[in-house]
């Protein structure tokens, strides 16, 4: 995909839109509803011409919030969690209701990040997601924040539209908030910053241009899209980002309105390398040497000579990331050994492990189709410049 050859979002089998918190609720007035019946006309207009869309829908916390009447500022877990009891109750209505002026059916679904983990739970919300859409249904996704605890949630929605969209083979991901698109530094901070309009490809100089901002209703910032771009283009999914601060937003991106377009990879990864590669949490992480590096990208599998360290308490199978030794993640892949044996055999020939364990083991640490490399090769000199600039 090039600027000139963009695929217009009609010519798109399957969408998944990602619609932040601020779009959808004010904190005085509560629910945006004249902006949420112009956005599910551009729904069933897209699905009119028989593009499949999901929609991932955040607002549960913050319209449960103006419900309850709770003050600004940070919220509990807690708090949170029982604001989202509370508005996502509404916030399905509000989508039901919208839909339905268009004779079109919502079904919710609520996820944790465990049911994008493991993989039976993968499996069976990814079964019931493709039902309703057989049934020509349009799912309505948020995550199901009142049992999400901190340590195991997404958080942000940026990057559950991206596992969804992973999840459904969609071939388009867009991302409406209040920001517009990618600029090459914060615009707010830098007034040299640029816009860019199309990004070829996610390269460390791209990940390094997101800052970390985020607006006080909605949890992410530039950086949680950047990451929710890598999920999705890795998978062969484009992605947009776009301002949906104006009335039909889906419209005014057919009509050439500025967004950031994300190319997809051209050589999309396996279904399963995808679920490798969107793993949120790696049980654990193994630090290699330049010459592993070098021979990971050149497609070789990770053998135990070139580890030097290894982190986290795994077992075989377990995702593990692959870590440079100046920490910059490579790859993520499944570990062939129990982290109590890698830690035996790291280092070592893999002719000397059948010695090592007592058994002939495999010769990989991580073997190259359990592999998915997660970052481009890195460009060292260009990333050095842009960050002495
Ligand atoms: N799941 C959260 C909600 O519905 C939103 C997360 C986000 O802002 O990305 O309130």
Same mark, same amino acid.
């Given at each position: 995909?090039?600027?000139? /050859?963009?695929?217009?979002?009609?010519?798109?089998?399957?969408?998944?839109?990602?619609?932040?918190?601020?779009?959808?609720?004010?904190?005085?007035?509560?629910? &945006?509803?004249?902006?949420?019946?112009?956005?599910?006309?551009?729904?069933?207009?897209?699905?009119?011409?028989?593009?499949?869309?999901?929609?991932?829908?955040? !607002?549960?916390?913050?319209? !449960?919030?103006?419900?309850?009447?709770?003050?600004?500022?940070?919220?509990?877990? /807690?708090?949170?969690?029982?604001?989202?009891?509370?508005?996502?109750?509404?916030?399905?209505?509000?989508?039901?209701?919208?839909?339905?002026?268009?004779?079109?059916?919502?079904?919710?679904?609520?996820?944790?990040?465990?049911?994008?983990?493991?993989?039976?739970?993968?499996?069976?919300?990814?079964?019931?997601?493709?039902?309703?859409? &057989? %049934? #020509?249904?349009?799912? =309505?996704?948020?995550?199901?924040?009142?049992?999400?605890? $901190?340590?195991?949630?997404?958080?942000?929605?940026?990057?559950?539209?991206?596992?969804?969209?992973? @999840?459904?083979?969609?071939? @388009?991901?867009?991302?409406?908030?209040?920001?517009?698109?990618?600029?090459?530094?914060?615009?707010?901070?830098?007034?040299?910053?640029?816009?860019?309009?199309?990004?070829?490809?996610?390269?460390?100089?791209?990940?390094?241009?997101? !800052? !970390?901002?985020?607006?006080?209703?909605?949890?992410?910032? @530039?950086?949680?899209?950047?990451?929710?771009?890598?999920?999705?283009?890795?998978?062969?999914?484009?992605?947009?980002?776009?301002?949906?601060?104006?009335?039909?937003?889906?419209?005014?991106?057919?009509?050439?309105?500025?967004? $950031?377009?994300?190319?997809?990879?051209?050589?999309? =990864?396996?279904?399963?390398?995808?679920?490798?590669?969107?793993?949120?949490?790696?049980?654990?992480?193994?630090?290699?040497? /330049?010459?592993?590096?070098?021979?990971?990208?050149?497609? #070789?599998?990770?053998?135990?000579?070139?580890?030097?360290?290894?982190?986290?308490?795994?077992?075989?199978?377990?995702?593990?990331?692959? %870590?440079?030794?100046?920490?910059?993640?490579?790859?993520?892949?499944?570990?062939?050994?129990?982290?109590? /044996?890698?830690?035996?055999?790291?280092?070592? &020939?893999?002719?000397?492990?059948?010695?090592?364990?007592?058994? $002939?083991?495999?010769?990989?640490?991580?073997?190259?189709?359990? @592999?998915?490399?997660?970052?481009?090769?890195?460009?060292?000199? #260009?990333?050095?410049?842009?960050?002495?600039?």
């Amino acid at each position: 995909m090039t600027t000139n /050859e963009r695929l217009g979002l009609e010519d798109c089998r399957r969408i998944v839109i990602k619609i932040g918190s601020a779009l959808l609720v004010d904190r005085k007035t509560g629910l &945006k509803k004249a902006w949420l019946e112009a956005m599910c006309d551009d729904i069933a207009q897209l699905a009119a011409k028989g593009v499949e869309v999901l929609v991932v829908s955040s !607002g549960a916390i913050a319209m !449960g919030r103006t419900v309850l009447d709770l003050p600004s500022g940070a919220l509990k877990l /807690e708090e949170s969690q029982a604001a989202a009891a509370v508005g996502q109750i509404s916030l399905a209505r509000a989508w039901s209701e919208s839909l339905s002026r268009h004779d079109i059916v919502a079904g919710q679904i609520l996820l944790t990040l465990g049911d994008t983990e493991e993989r039976r739970r993968y499996l069976n919300a990814r079964a019931t997601i493709s039902q309703l859409m &057989k %049934l #020509k249904a349009i799912p =309505v996704i948020n995550e199901n924040d009142t049992v999400a605890t $901190s340590e195991i949630r997404y958080g942000d929605n940026d990057r559950l539209a991206a596992r969804v969209a992973t @999840m459904v083979g969609a071939d @388009m991901l867009v991302l409406l908030s209040d920001i517009d698109g990618l600029y090459t530094a914060p615009p707010h901070l830098d007034p040299e910053a640029r816009f860019l309009d199309f990004i070829p490809a996610i390269t460390p100089e791209i990940e390094a241009m997101a !800052g !970390g901002a985020a607006s006080e209703l909605s949890r992410g910032g @530039m950086r949680t899209k950047i990451d929710a771009g890598k999920i999705a283009t890795s998978a062969g999914c484009a992605m947009i980002i776009a301002s949906g601060k104006v009335y039909n937003p889906l419209a005014s991106i057919a009509k050439g309105v500025r967004h $950031s377009l994300f190319a997809p990879s051209p050589e999309p =990864v396996t279904a399963r390398k995808t679920w490798i590669a969107g793993q949120l949490l790696p049980a654990g992480r193994l630090v290699i040497d /330049e010459g592993a590096e070098r021979a990971l990208h050149t497609g #070789k599998s990770l053998l135990p000579a070139g580890v030097r360290d290894i982190e986290g308490d795994f077992s075989r199978g377990d995702t593990v990331a692959i %870590l440079s030794l100046d920490g910059r993640e490579i790859a993520r892949g499944l570990a062939g050994y129990d982290a109590q /044996e890698a830690r035996q055999i790291a280092g070592k &020939k893999s002719a000397e492990i059948a010695d090592i364990l007592g058994y $002939s083991g495999r010769a990989a640490m991580v073997h190259r189709d359990d @592999m998915v490399m997660t970052a481009t090769r890195q460009t060292r000199s #260009k990333t050095k410049d842009k960050i002495d600039a």
